[in-house]
Structure formats: structure tokens, C-alpha cells
């Protein structure tokens, strides 16, 4: 017994032996066994690159859409409207309107260097007006044309972020089984 056990025995045909426990016959995908070591770190490699690029592609393109929801916050900034709004309340007999006040922000706002009177304003009427998603309110086209833009950019973000998650993950399982390992555990 102790001659099996001996360093000189552990060879077989030039090659050390490495003993482990076998697997489970129901673990084992016979239709794999053909595969070499080299054609499976070579699928290994194929499989990983792969998977690389669709994670690299996935990024950019989600970025690339992130950027115009940032684009819209730097023109249209969060502001304090409750404030704005009250401001032009008691305004009286100086002459200058609320509406005034935001068509000459508008321009500014564009450029994104507004004080927020047109973007408040737009607000305002926006979310007064019963029919706000059919009818824009007189004078605030370009706001609320990208609020409905962004908002169409943030949903589509989220919906696609979780839609791309199970098609790559669907993906990714089927270019693990294109590996070929030998058996379901490993």
C-alpha cells in the first residue's frame, strides 16, 4: 500500500497524477468531453471579448442618452419656483408682468444663463392647464418641448437599461454554454 502512495508512483506515462473526486454522472455533459483544454480557453477568450464588448457598447450608448438629461439640467437648472412665483405676485403697478419678466428670461435661459422667471413661469402654466400634454401654454414652446424630451430620454433610459440587463444576460448565458465545459458545476 505505502508503494502507491510513494512519490516515485505518481507518474503515468511521464505525466503526474492528480486524483480528486469524481463527478456525478448526472453532472457530467457527455456530449462536451470531446472538447480540448485549448478549444475551451479558446472559446473562453471569444466569450470574454464578447461579453466586453457588449458591456463597453451598452455604456457608451447609455451615456451618450444620460447626456442629454444633463444637458436639460444645466439649462433648465432646479430652482425654487414656490419663491419666483411669489415674488411677481405683488408686483402692482411697476409695470412689469410675470409673462414680461419670463419672455425676456427666455433667451437667456436658452443659453443657460437664466434667472428662472421663464422656466417657472412655463411651469406654472404647465402644470396649471388641464390639457398641459395636447396644449402648450402660450409663449413656452421651447420648454416644454424639452421637458417632454427629457422626460421621454429618462423613461426610455430606465426601460432600456432594464430591458438591454436581461437581453445581455440572455446573451451571456448562451456564450458560457458555448464554452463547452465538461460538466455543470465547474
Known sequence: ?????????????????????????????????????????????????????????????????KQSSVEFLKKYPPQKCAQTNAMYENVGDSGITYKN???????????????????????????????????????????VSDKRTNILVTNSLTIGITVINFVIRGINIWLAGCIRLHTISK
Open 1 to 65: 500500500m505505502q508503494a502507491l502512495v510513494s512519490d516515485d508512483h505518481k507518474n503515468l506515462l511521464g505525466s503526474k497524477l492528480v486524483l480528486g473526486k469524481a463527478d456525478e454522472p448526472g453532472n457530467i455533459i457527455w456530449e462536451n468531453l470531446d472538447s480540448t483544454m485549448r478549444e475551451r480557453r479558446c472559446r473562453m477568450c471569444w466569450v470574454f471579448t464578447l461579453m466586453s464588448l457588449f458591456i463597453v457598447g451598452m455604456f457608451i450608448g447609455f451615456s451618450f442618452l
Open 101 to 143: 419678466m419670463a419672455q425676456i428670461d427666455k433667451d437667456y435661459t436658452q443659453s443657460q444663463v437664466g434667472t428662472g422667471a421663464y422656466q417657472c413661469f412655463c411651469e406654472a402654466l404647465f402644470n396649471k392647464s388641464a390639457v398641459s400634454i395636447i396644449k402648450v401654454p402660450k409663449g413656452c414652446n421651447a420648454y
